[in-house]
């Protein structure tokens, strides 16, 4: 089974972030969840925002590369929405990466390296309406092209943080199917 290190959305750690890990755990992988923003929960994607422009990325940053070198090698890095930003960072530059999920968000290869690193298979997940993933969608598009690695996938509607069922944008229906895809991707041979 894999081990994954899986970073929580703006919102922080919730409950629903917890869930996610917990279905993963109950399937056999080993699941890490740490919690950057030290027990803080918000209410909405502005409050988180502004925690993180108040803390400042670079210590976010140093707080989830702590992370993994607790860890060490052989991890797959899985973020929701601001986590893709450290677990894609890690992936691209970490050796011994052994997988990424990248789920509402997917940043620009090149802001990591010139190139997705070769063998380090990568799944991305967004809704294809949601203002957020958009902006992203050509970096994600882009990333695919790029590597026999990688796959997208996108759902019907507009809900940025739609697999936490502890939030409002929570989608039953496009959770279930995103979570199905990262158990196949887990379970898969490249992975593991």
Do not use: N
């Not at 409950?15 to 917990?22: K, L, M, Q």
């Not at 940053?61 to 060490?72: I, R, T, V």
């Not at 677990?87 to 620009?108: D, E, F, H």
């Amino acid at each position: 089974m894999a081990e994954v290190l899986l970073f929580h959305h703006i919102q922080g750690l919730t409950d629903g972030v917890r869930s996610v890990a917990d279905e993963l755990r109950r399937v056999g992988h080993v699941v890490h969840t740490p919690d950057l923003f030290d027990g803080r929960t918000f209410d909405s994607l502005e409050e988180g925002s502004a925690f993180v422009r108040d803390t400042g990325f670079d210590a976010l940053w140093e707080l989830g590369s702590a992370a993994a070198d607790e860890l060490g090698d052989g991890l797959v890095y899985a973020g929701f929405s601001f986590g893709v930003m450290i677990a894609q960072g890690l992936a691209q530059t970490r050796p011994g990466a052994r997988g990424a999920l990248l789920l509402y968000s997917c940043i620009p290869v090149s802001e990591f390296g010139e190139a997705w690193p070769e063998g380090v298979p990568v799944q991305i997940h967004g809704k294809e309406g949601d203002e957020f993933f958009l902006e992203d969608l050509p970096a994600a598009r882009e990333l695919v092209a790029s590597t026999a690695d990688a796959e997208l996938f996108l759902y019907p509607g507009d809900q940025h943080l739609f697999a936490d069922a502890s939030l409002d944008a929570y989608d039953p229906e496009a959770s279930a199917l995103l979570m199905s895809r990262v158990r196949a991707f887990l379970a898969g041979p490249a992975v593991r």
